[in-house]
C-alpha cells in the first residue's frame, strides 16, 4: 500500500473522536528523576553563572558527567582530557591519533571542569536559584584510567556533597572504530568480567547506587564484537550487583535521499538540499518525524518483549537524539516532535528508567540550546537560511530544549516521594499512523504518557500528524486539568529554523472538563490534575 493511500486512510479515520484509555497496573518509575542531558565541556571548558542560568532553566533533574566517549579519556583531578605524554604511556606500541589530542592545549592549570566546578557553578546555582538540585549520572573511564583512580573520584565527589546514585562503567566501548576500546577489551566478556569486579567494589562503598554496564543497540549489519555484544554482556555480569544496562538509540533523518556521500551521516550538498526540499511537503516531515519515534519504538519493544532476556535488570537511555552530523533538521520543530516523542515513549515503557538527551550543546544545531557557528554552511552542512530578521543568540532554549523542559515541568509535579506509576495511552479507534522510509515499519500519529501519583495526575500528549485529531480523554482524567499546548503558528514553516525570537511557546493554556477537545497538528500537549501545576 503506497504512503500516499496510508495517509489518505488515515485522515479519514483522524475525523472519529479518539477515546484514551490505559490497560493493566502500571509502571512504578521515579518520573521527577527520569530526564537529564548528556554533556562535556569542550565548547565551554567549565560552568559559569551564565551558562549554568541556561542549563538550570532546562530544570532537567540529571546531568552526565564527564560525557560520554570523552568519559575514556578523561583525568577527573583536573577536569580535563589526558595529555599526549598520558596516552602515550598507555598505549605505548600504537600509530593511532589520540582523538582528543588537540584538546590537550585547551587546559590552563585552572577553572577547568571539575567535580568542584560541577558542585559549586552548577548543581549548587541550580539549588538556589531555580530550587531543584540535579543529580549526577557518573561515567568511569575504564580505559586510560584503573579502578583505584575511578573509585576515588567517587568517594571525592561525596565528600564534596554529590550523592553517587547514578554509575555507568564506561560508555560505548563496543565501538570497532576506537582502537583503543578494542585494545582495552578485545571481547565483550573481557569487558564484562572486569565490570563485575569494579561493581563489586563500587557496591560495596555506595550500596544503593544504581550500577549500569554497557549495552549496544542493535544495528542492521553488526556482526562481530558489536553484532553481539548486548548477549555476551548479560550471559557474563553478575545481576546481584549489576541493575542496569546502557543504551543509546540514535536515528537518521527520515527523509529522503539516503546520504551516499563520504561525508558520512550528512551526505553531498545536493543531497542535503533535495532533504531540505523533502521536508517543506507533509510526506517528507511525517517520515522524518516518524524515523525518530519510530526508531525509539522498535528499541523499546525490543526491551520488552526481551524483559527476560535481561532477567530483571533496567535500562538507562543515557544518549539518544538524531545522528550529530545530520544537519538538515536542526533548529526545526520537526526535530523537537521527534525528541519528545522518542522520550514519551521511554517514559510509558516500563523496563526504561532514565532518559536522556545528547546533549546539552553541540555542534550541530541537535542539542538542547544553540551553539555558534550559526552560518548557511559549517563544516560541509546546509541547513535552511536563517530569516533575515532573525538571528541566534548562543545558548538559548532550542526547540528540543523546550520540550525537554516541557516534559520535565510535567513530571515535576510528581514529588520524589511519590508512588507514581506510568501507563502508554492505547487510543480506540487506532489513530492514523506514519510510514517510516524504507521500512515496512509505521508509526502511531498519537503518542502518550499517562501518569498518577499520589497527589496528582497527568499525561503528555503528542499529536504527530498533518491535520487535528479530536480525543476524550474523560475515561482517564476525572477532574479539571490543566492544559499547555505547544504549536507552531501556522506562517512558520516547519523546516524553518527556531529560535526563541520566532517560536511561539503556549498557545493556549486552559482548564478543561475531560471531553473532547482537538489537537492540532503537530502539537504536543502536557496535562495536569492538580492545584498548582508548575506548567
Same mark, same amino acid.
Given at each position: 500500500m503506497s504512503l500516499l493511500l496510508l495517509l489518505f486512510l488515515g485522515f479519514v479515520a483522524a475525523q472519529d473522536?479518539?477515546?484514551?484509555?490505559?490497560?493493566? +497496573?502500571?509502571?512504578?518509575?521515579?518520573?521527577?528523576?527520569?530526564?537529564?542531558? &548528556? =554533556? +562535556?565541556m569542550l565548547h565551554h571548558y567549565n560552568w559559569t553563572d551564565d551558562l549554568a542560568d541556561v542549563g538550570c532553566k532546562l530544570k532537567l533533574p540529571i546531568i552526565r558527567y564527564p560525557g560520554g566517549t570523552i568519559s575514556a579519556f578523561w583525568r577527573w583531578q583536573q577536569g580535563w582530557v589526558v595529555t599526549e605524554e598520558d596516552y602515550k604511556e598507555q598505549f605505548p606500541n600504537s600509530s593511532w591519533a589520540y582523538m582528543y589530542g588537540s584538546d590537550v592545549s585547551k587546559y590552563n592549570g585552572t577553572g577547568m571542569y571539575t567535580l568542584e566546578n560541577l558542585q559549586n557553578n552548577y548543581i549548587q546555582y541550580c539549588k538556589e536559584n531555580y530550587a531543584f538540585t540535579p543529580k549526577v549520572n557518573f561515567v568511569l573511564n575504564m580505559i586510560t584510567r584503573n579502578m583505584t583512580d575511578q573509585v576515588s573520584m567517587l568517594q571525592h565527589a561525596a565528600s564534596i556533597g554529590i550523592p553517587v546514585q547514578l554509575v555507568e562503567l564506561g560508555n560505548e566501548y563496543y565501538a570497532e572504530k576506537t582502537n583503543e576500546f578494542v585494545y582495552r577489551f578485545p571481547t565483550a566478556q573481557s569487558y564484562a568480567t572486569e565490570a563485575n569486579v569494579w561493581a563489586?567494589?563500587?557496591r560495596t562503598l555506595f550500596p544503593n547506587a544504581s550500577i549500569s554496564v554497557i549495552g549496544r543497540e542493535y544495528r542492521k549489519g553488526d556482526y562481530g564484537r558489536a553484532g553481539n555484544w548486548t548477549q555476551q554482556i548479560l550471559q557474563s555480569i553478575d545481576k546481584e550487583i549489576i541493575d542496569?544496562?546502557?543504551?543509546?538509540?540514535?536515528?537518521?533523518?527520515g527523509v529522503p535521499p539516503t546520504p551516499t556521500s563520504t561525508k558520512s551521516f550528512y551526505g553531498n550538498l545536493t543531497q542535503q538540499q533535495q532533504e531540505f526540499d523533502n521536508l &517543506?511537503?507533509?510526506?517528507?516531515?511525517?517520515?522524518?518525524?516518524?524515523?525518530?519515534?519510530g526508531k525509539q519504538l522498535l528499541s523499546v519493544a525490543n526491551y520488552t518483549t526481551h524483559a527476560s532476556y535481561f532477567n530483571g535488570m533496567n535500562v538507562r537511555i543515557t544518549e539518544s537524539n538524531v545522528f550529530d552530523r545530520i544537519g538538515i533538521l536542526r533548529?526545526?520543530?520537526?526535530?523537537?516532535?521527534?525528541?519528545?516523542?522518542? =522520550?514519551?515513549?521511554?517514559?510509558?515503557?516500563?523496563?526504561?528508567k532514565e532518559s536522556l538527551h545528547h546533549s546539552f550543546d553541540g555542534c550541530c544545531g541537535f542539542a538542547t540550546t544553540f551553539t555558534p557557528p550559526v552560518d548557511q554552511y559549517f563544516d560541509g552542512r546546509?541547513?535552511?537560511?536563517?530569516?533575515?530578521?532573525?538571528?541566534?543568540t548562543p545558548n538559548l532554549q532550542s526547540g528540543p530544549g523546550l520540550m525537554l523542559n516541557a516534559l520535565s515541568n510535567l513530571f515535576g509535579n510528581f514529588s520524589?516521594?511519590?508512588?507514581?506509576?506510568?501507563?502508554?495511552?492505547?487510543?480506540?479507534?487506532?489513530?492514523?499512523?506514519?510510514?517510516?522510509m524504507s521500512s515496512n515499519f509505521s508509526v502511531p500519529s498519537l503518542v502518550g504518557v499517562y501518569l498518577k501519583g499520589d497527589e496528582a495526575q497527568g499525561m503528555a500528549l503528542a499529536n504527530l500528524y498533518y491535520n487535528s485529531i479530536t480525543i476524550d480523554s474523560s475515561t482517564l482524567l476525572h477532574c479539571d486539568t490543566h492544559w499547555v499546548k505547544y504549536v507552531l503558528p501556522s506562517n512558520i514553516s516547519l523546516s524553518t529554523p527556531l529560535t526563541q525570537e520566532n517560536m511561539v511557546d503556549v498557545v493556549s493554556t486552559l482548564v478543561h472538563d475531560g471531553t473532547s477537545i482537538?489537537?492540532?497538528?503537530?502539537?504536543? =500537549?502536557?496535562?495536569?490534575?492538580?492545584? &498548582?501545576?508548575?506548567?
Open positions: 473522536v479518539i477515546k484514551l484509555q490505559t490497560v493493566g +497496573n502500571g509502571t512504578s518509575k521515579v518520573t521527577s528523576e527520569f530526564l537529564g542531558y &548528556n =554533556h +562535556n563489586a567494589r563500587i542496569s544496562v546502557t543504551m543509546h538509540p540514535y536515528w537518521g533523518a &517543506n511537503n507533509m510526506t517528507g516531515v511525517s517520515q522524518a518525524i516518524a524515523s525518530g519515534v533548529y526545526t520543530w520537526v526535530h523537537a516532535l521527534q525528541v519528545v516523542g522518542a =522520550h514519551i515513549v521511554s517514559a510509558q515503557t516500563p523496563i526504561v546546509l541547513i535552511a537560511p536563517l530569516p533575515s530578521n532573525i538571528t541566534i520524589t516521594t511519590d508512588t507514581v506509576k506510568t501507563w502508554p495511552i492505547q487510543f480506540s479507534p487506532s489513530p492514523p499512523t506514519l510510514a517510516v482537538s489537537l492540532d497538528a503537530h502539537s504536543v =500537549h502536557f496535562v495536569t490534575c492538580k492545584s &498548582n501545576p508548575t506548567l
